[in-house]
Structures are given as structure tokens and as C-alpha cells.
């Protein structure tokens, strides 16, 4: 059973970056979708940034720009690099996986999620 641990995340400035990342273990199957979900304190969860297997990427618009996903085969981690932080971007932030998808990644219900880390923006 695939398993997911996040870190990273905390308080920040607007203007600001931070770095989440986003452990995975318990799958050796060759296709997946991963993603990178938010949740805003009283809305609903969004997704925010996918990536496929062989790399191919999606981000919702209002991170374009400025939030990279990314992903070390080697170390089986998953990484969310944010830059230039807006107090919009203040929610829970969720890792996700989808064992056995292929690409597209974006819209797909994700079935396995590790716990939340809170990021937090300040004006």
C-alpha cells in the first residue's frame, strides 16, 4: 500500500518562498499522477499542481509562474517549490498520488493522500 509523508511548509511573508516535499513509499508499479492540493480554512480543496510519470506538469492558474512541482525518482519524493508567496496562497496543502494513472494527471481522482502541512502568508 503506498504511503505519503509530507514536510516543509510554515509561515512566511508575502513576496516569500517555501519548499514542501512529499515522501513516497509501499509502490513499485511503473505510471502514476501525483499532485499538490490545497484547502483554504472554510473552502473547498483545489488542486494545484500535477505531475505525471514521465514529467509533463499542470498547475492551476493562479500559481503559474510562481509554483514549480517537481519530483526526484531516485529519492521517491515529490517537491512543491513556491516563490513569491501571496496571503492567497494561505491553506492546508495536501500530496497526493494516484498509483497506475497516466497523463493527463489534472482533474483525476487522487487516491491516496498524505497528511497536511499548513502554509501560512502574511501581507
Known amino acids: 500500500e503506498m504511503q505519503l509523508e509530507v514536510s516543509g511548509g510554515g509561515s512566511v511573508q508575502a513576496g516569500g518562498s517555501l519548499t514542501l516535499s512529499c515522501t513516497g513509499s509501499?509502490?513499485?508499479?511503473?505510471?502514476?499522477?501525483m499532485a499538490w492540493f490545497r484547502q483554504p480554512t472554510g473552502k473547498e480543496r483545489e488542486e494545484v499542481a500535477t505531475v505525471s510519470v514521465s514529467g509533463l506538469t499542470s498547475y492551476r492558474d493562479s500559481v503559474k509562474g510562481r509554483f514549480t512541482i517537481s519530483k526526484d525518482n531516485a529519492k521517491n519524493t515529490l517537491y512543491l517549490q513556491m516563490n513569491t508567496l501571496k496571503p492567497e496562497d494561505t491553506a492546508m496543502y495536501y500530496c497526493?498520488?494516484?498509483?497506475?494513472?497516466?497523463?493527463?494527471?489534472?482533474?483525476?481522482?487522487?487516491?491516496?493522500w498524505g497528511q497536511g502541512t499548513q502554509v501560512t502568508v502574511s501581507s
Open positions: 497526493a498520488a494516484k498509483p497506475g494513472a497516466l497523463f493527463p494527471c489534472s482533474g483525476r481522482t487522487y487516491t491516496t
Open positions: 509501499g509502490y513499485t508499479g511503473s505510471s502514476y499522477c
